[in-house]
């Protein structure tokens, strides 16, 4: 199973939200190419990527996105999450060195753009976040929350081709109650290849993720704040003793 760190940076900096909220943040460093390092140096193979101002629609932090990719785009693979809602936004995110991008709003307001997305960028350079609150989608940086089931969404991707799903639980993200596998399974049963986010507290939620038989899971407030060290969410994805 891929154990994906996150960096979310929002104004340049790395941050976290408590379930998605603006006002809710935590500021954990200053520098997110230094955080990235570290997180390389620790023996990620995955960083999980996230530009938060440009999810809101405030702005971007292109700059330290493309410094982490400059320097650690040969040794890490980036997972790039954030706004992408146009093709033209994909293509500058794979230009930059991105394994993956994440297509979010754009998938669950226009029924035609993943199929354009797959058929210029393929599958295996995109996936889609499904971000649900009580199992309906939110959209816009998760301001605004659709009727549109996360289920119906996952069918119709799985449907198009998208093979990777990010599914977070808005209601656990940041909050280290232990992520949604019910709702991930749900989403696995359509046939999408599902990596949980939101709410990863402990090296027991990974295992449970993996024993779910997800595909990866990310984890971001429990890192920062000392709960599980990189090394330990490693192992506890590959089966291996803790260190």
Known sequence: MDLLPAIDIRNGRV????QGEATRQTVYGDDPVAVAEEFVAQGARWIHLVDLDRAFGTGDNIEPMSRIAERMGSRVRLELGGGFRSLELIRAGLNLGATRVVIGTAAA????????ALAAFGSERLAVGIDARAGLVAVRGWTETSDLQATELARRIVGNGIRTVIYTDIDRDGMLRGPDLAGARALQRTGAHVIVSGGISSAADIRDAMEAGLSGAIVGRALYEGRLTLPQALAAATRLSPQ
């Open 109 to 116: 307001t226009d029924v035609e753009f993943v199929p354009a």
């Open 15 to 18: 941050v976290r939200l408590s």
